[in-house]
């Protein structure tokens, strides 16, 4: 899911991993950063792409879909503004093939708020 393009978000609406590297790295940064709860966000393009797996989890609970980060926002307690700035951090470092997180792998492009599927 996270090669597809997703990315994990932290209770307040903030990257804090480069989501590709190995599980056990990936899970001991959330560990560390602990603001769980953690939800692994997706845009259109990258669960169309993988549309069988996101039917898959979401046909056993395990994954929701939100029309527009604005359902997402509520859903988390933030602002849409939040999510806006995350995206858009991540679309730069994308352009710029230069992640904080060291990320370097980017596909299915842009992350925007206000997308309707």
């Not at 370097?104 to 842009?110: A, S, T």
Request: proline fraction near 2%; include cysteine; charge should be positive.
């Amino acid at each position: 899911l996270l090669g597809a393009g997703g990315i994990f978000l932290d209770k307040n609406g903030h990257r804090f991993v480069d989501e590709l590297q190995k599980r056990d790295f990936v899970t001991g940064a959330m560990w560390a950063h602990n603001t769980g709860p953690y939800r692994l966000v997706l845009n259109g393009k990258s669960s169309k792409s993988i549309e069988w797996h996101c039917l898959h989890y979401a046909g056993r609970g395990l994954m929701k879909k939100y029309v527009g980060a604005e359902a997402l926002a509520q859903d988390m307690g933030v602002s849409v503004e939040k999510i806006r700035e995350t995206f858009d951090d991540f679309n730069k470092a994308a352009e710029q093939k230069s992640d904080r997180f060291g990320r370097k792998f980017f596909v299915n492009l842009p992350l925007v708020t206000d997308e309707d599927r």
